[in-house]
């Protein structure tokens, strides 16, 4: 089974702090995404990256950035961490090829409280 | 750009019934569409996955249909039990292109009674 494991489950930050959300899979796939989902609003993207050290700007991506140093990590970063960035953060990963579906497996989730 | 729109928000039935979730999506040129079912506070879990090229896909209870021209997709889960209770979301793929992502709908929120 295809496991994808995110660093914390729940995380309380205060204004102005950077913080780090931690992504890891174990299926070696190419594809790595970060999303933030809120009530009313769903699943929106903030980064996704289909190579190491490759990265795309999703639809919500300021005050965001990501690094993708291994295959199998992809981390997103909070550059100075605002009450408006409160939210799930969701981690997902995928397989990429041409017989490939892309199905995504997701993470647990990381709920970020920041005061 | 893609819009996916699941209704209704939430749903309650009583255990036993044969229900059916519905989505839809704006843009009917699309690669794939996957169901995810989510329990409160935890992350997503993969039901169905149904290609472009395929009509449904069955998993035990769950039936998942794709009629691309129209723009909808339905998910069927025959005989509710309570443990079916959760938000059901789906989403759209556009196109197999390694840099596209996908659209995801607002979920719908289903509660089966004893």
């Known amino acids: 089974d295809v496991k994808v494991t995110q660093s914390s489950r729940y995380l309380v930050k205060r204004t102005g702090e950077k913080v780090f959300l931690e992504c890891v899979q174990d299926m070696d796939h190419e594809n790595m995404f970060w999303y933030r989902q809120d009530p009313g609003l769903g699943l929106r993207l903030i980064y996704f990256s289909y190579d190491v050290k490759m990265k795309e700007k999703g639809d919500i991506p300021e005050g965001y950035s990501v690094s993708r140093e291994k295959k199998e990590r992809f981390s997103l970063i909070l550059e100075s961490a605002s009450t408006n960035q409160t939210s799930m953060y969701l981690c997902?990963?995928?397989?990429?090829?041409?017989?490939?579906?892309?199905?995504?497996?997701f993470g647990p989730g990381t709920r970020l409280t920041v005061t | 750009k893609q819009e996916v729109t699941q209704i209704p928000a939430a749903l309650s039935v009583p255990e036993g019934e044969n229900l059916v979730l519905n989505c839809s999506f704006t843009?009917?040129?699309?690669?794939?569409l996957q169901w995810f079912r989510q329990d409160p506070g935890k992350g997503l879990t993969s039901l169905l996955l149904i290609q472009s090229s395929q009509r449904e896909q069955t998993s035990g209870r769950l039936n998942a249909s794709l009629d691309k021209s129209s723009g909808r997709s339905t998910l069927y889960i025959a005989a509710s039990q309570p443990g079916d209770s959760a938000t059901y979301l789906c989403a759209v793929r556009r196109t197999r292109d390694r840099n596209n992502d996908m659209r995801f709908g607002a979920g719908t929120r289903l509660t089966v009674k004893p």
């Open positions: 843009d009917s040129a699309i690669y794939n």
């Open positions: 997902a990963s995928s397989l990429w090829g041409p017989e490939n579906p892309y199905e995504q497996y």
